[in-house]
């Protein structure tokens, strides 16, 4: 199915210095949109990119005055959640999730009175995506727009129950589907949808089995779900419904929501997942349905843009943790002990860079984003090996992605269309055994692949409360009538984003960031090229 990724233009410059979240948006390769290019002219000259063929040119010259007012608008177009008000003409109804049995606490001092005091978030209240004022291109992580790296407001939406809905919950038929690999938390969602569901007084909910597929595979029955079967769920890591890579043919799905007679639709997944619910959303549009279509990012990845992070990213790295604690122990139990850990990653290197800082026990961290040699002078191994000579053990840490370009690639992709990743940890445990033996050096290499157990177990804490937010106002999203939205955290606040806004690219570690560079003061590596 291809993407229908419906972004409009965004800005770059000729320095890609500033634009840094910016560019990680635009101008970053993307495996869902790659009919981009940025044209630069002369420095402070419009420059223009080019998201798809069929996208808003939108140019920004930077001696305007009006530039940054160009920029706004420009935001605020791309940021605009899109409702099933855009297409029908809707009265709304007063909100059924109701705030009223929670009663003042004692002693509060809010001068507002209560019958004046709502609860409810207004659909004009904004979040500021961005709180740092850069005063250089130069300055760590510089996310600038003009040369000047000048500051201008990004608002984003608000997220939570409104005081309106645009659904009569009795007569809401809403399903839950969970897409893509396993991660901490799903269990967590779809319990606090569920509920949330219930709160607003919705009685017919349904999982769809096994992502996408459920929605056409002959055989697979949808799952009613009520409070009292998702009430535990939480407990298990997977996904009570089963998830499912491929086969997803928006066309299909659509028949099938309509058949169903699918009023809301909740799609938990990553970014091809997301890519896949605003085709559906789309698809609804063109069809005129009444369906609004709500994703909620999961990933161990951590690797959608724009938020602060996925669910099941928090809990990724403490197991990932304990991996590294393991190959540590190996390692400093053995003569000359080598432990080599692989974590996951697609594209990105944060579960890697983030277990290997909280775990403290990394010599070496290697990630998709800083290219690496092996060999030679300045190469990992011939820091290895100084690392044997003077301490006697060492851990190294490598994310799926890192070193690509050292391996040979198949070319091939799994179901969902995704490339599959050469086995960079295999290659170097043979590497390192290869140049230890070489050198007549002793050295005990244990690898240790974590990968399956790391995305398999139940949310921590801190993902549990993240779920909990996300699923909830998933839910409020949805009664909102917002459609092709996704709800996620961003800058510390709760918010919707438009999905077209997150399925641009994947986002990437900073290698120019302030916890990278935390993360090699923490290492003690060198620039391995
Ligand atoms: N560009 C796309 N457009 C529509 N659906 C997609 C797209 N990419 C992936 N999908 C579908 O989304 C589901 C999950 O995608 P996948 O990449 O496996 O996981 P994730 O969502 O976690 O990134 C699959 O069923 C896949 O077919
Ligand atoms: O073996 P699988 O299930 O195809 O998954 C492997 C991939 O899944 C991930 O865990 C995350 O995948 P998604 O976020 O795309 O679901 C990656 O880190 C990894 O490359
Ligand atoms: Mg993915």
């Keep these: 199915m291809a993407a229908a990724v419906k972004t409009s233009g965004g800005f770059c410059n000729t320095q ?7 560019r990680d948006l635009f101008l970053h390769g993307s495996t869902h949109s790659n009919a981009k290019e940025c044209k630069s002219k002369k420095a402070k000259k419009p420059i223009s990119l080019r998201v798809k063929a069929t996208s808003t040119k939108v140019e920004l010259d930077f001696n305007d005055p009006s530039w940054k007012q160009n920029f706004q608008e420009d935001w605020d177009n791309r940021f605009n959640l899109p409702r099933i008000t855009d297409i029908y003409d809707l009265k709304p109804r007063p909100t059924t999730f109701s705030l009223k049995k929670q009663r003042t606490p004692t002693g509060d001092e809010d001068s507002t009175p209560m019958d004046m005091w709502n609860g409810y978030v207004n659909n004009d209240d904004r979040a500021l995506m961005k709180v740092i004022k850069y005063s250089s291109p130069t300055s760590a992580g510089a996310e600038c727009i003009d040369p000047d790296c000048s500051w201008v407001e990004q608002w984003v ?3 939570g129950p409104r005081k309106d809905i645009y659904y009569e919950p009795n007569e809401v038929k809403a399903a839950i589907v969970t897409c893509g690999g396993l991660c901490p938390g799903l269990n967590d969602v779809i319990r606090q949808v569920v509920f949330t569901l219930e709160t607003y007084g919705v009685k017919n909910i349904v999982g769809i089995p096994f992502g996408f597929r459920g929605f056409f595979e002959k055989g697979l029955k949808e799952m009613p779900l009520s409070r009292n079967l998702v009430e535990n769920i939480n407990l298990a890591g997977g996904s009570f419904l089963g998830v499912s ?11 099938s929501i309509q058949a169903r007679r699918i009023d809301m639709l909740f799609v938990l997944g990553g970014n091809g997942t997301h890519a896949g619910a605003n085709a559906i959303h789309d698809e609804c549009r063109k069809r005129k349905l009444k369906v609004s279509v709500v994703a909620v990012p999961k990933t161990i990845d951590n690797d959608i843009p724009l938020m602060d992070k996925t669910f099941g990213f928090d809990t990724a790295v403490e197991e990932a943790q304990r991996a590294i604690n393991s190959a540590y122990i190996e390692a400093r139990s053995a003569y000359h002990g080598i432990g080599l850990v692989k974590l996951m990653g697609r594209s990105s290197g944060f579960i890697a860079m983030h277990a290997s800082l909280s775990s403290g026990q990394v010599d070496v961290c290697l990630i998709p984003e800083v290219s690496f040699a092996l060999d030679g002078e300045y190469g990992v191994l011939q820091h290895l090996e100084q690392l044997i000579k003077n301490k006697g053990f060492c851990v190294v840490c490598v994310a799926e992605a890192a070193g690509q370009e050292l391996l040979q690639n198949s070319g091939a992709t799994d179901a969902s269309g995704n490339t599959i990743l050469s086995d960079i940890g295999v290659h170097m445990q043979q590497k390192i055994k290869m140049h230890f033996k070489g050198i007549g050096v002793h050295a005990d290499i244990k690898y240790i692949d974590p990968t399956y157990m790391v995305r398999a177990c139940r949310a921590n804490a ?9 699923g909830q106002n998933a839910v409020h999203g949805a009664f909102a009538g917002f459609s092709g939205i996704t709800s996620c955290i961003c800058n510390t606040h709760y918010v919707y984003l438009p999905v077209t806004q997150v399925i641009t690219a994947p986002k990437r570690v900073n290698h120019k960031g302030r916890m990278w560079h935390r993360c090699l003061t923490s290492t003690g590596q060198p620039d391995f090229r």
Excluded: F, M, N
């Design 16 to 22: 890609q210095q500033w634009l840094h979240s910016t």
């Design 157 to 159: 939406h608000r997220a």
């Design 245 to 255: 890579r491929g086969g997803a043919k928006t066309s299909e799905i659509v028949d």
């Design 462 to 470: 801190s993902d549990a409360i993240l779920c909990t937010v996300l």
